[in-house]
């Protein structure tokens, strides 16, 4: 069996959450199993060693369980982008639309240097409003997105086209 499907043996699947109709792919299962946990960080690792970036870009949340992990894989720094007001020092931020309303992220001003290569990463990607987002946050100041990691893509949700021009690698798809 290969690492992929291994991998996706970890993932429970559960339905109807958070609202009916829903089938949300849960990982947490995958991040107390210590064999799949170092797999699925070697993994997305391998994908950027000849192409190592300068810093890894986590999401706010669960692009921390996996960002930092993956920066220390590469020998490279982690930078968090956060919701508002959670971050100590002077912010940039981009307000983006969801599907009912609009959120906002933010990440330091400092915190990107010009020219750097950026490795963005998260958990899932969806519909792709958040991750693009992130891309326009770290573009703004002057960094590089060298690519997306994601551990999860929901292909049958098409956020991969709202990162058109980006170099995006998901470890597990989901076609439906």
Known sequence: MDHVEE?????????DFPKPGILFYDITTVLKDPHGLHKLICDLAAHYED????VVVGIEARGFVFGPALAFRLGVGFVPVRKPKKLPA???SVTYDLEYG??????HKDAIQPGQK???SDDLLAT????????KLV???GGIVSGLAFVI?????????KLNGYEVFSLLKYPE
């Open 90 to 92: 002077a912010t940039a």
């Open 7 to 15: 991998l996706k043996k970890l993932i429970r699947e559960v339905p």
């Open 139 to 141: 573009e703004s100041l």
């Open 102 to 107: 609009t959120d906002t992220l933010e990440i």
């Open 153 to 161: 893509e929901l292909e049958f949700l098409h956020g991969r086209e």
């Open 128 to 135: 792709g409003g958040t991750a693009k987002a992130t891309v």
């Open 51 to 54: 192409q190592r970036p300068d």
């Open 118 to 120: 950026v490795l963005i």
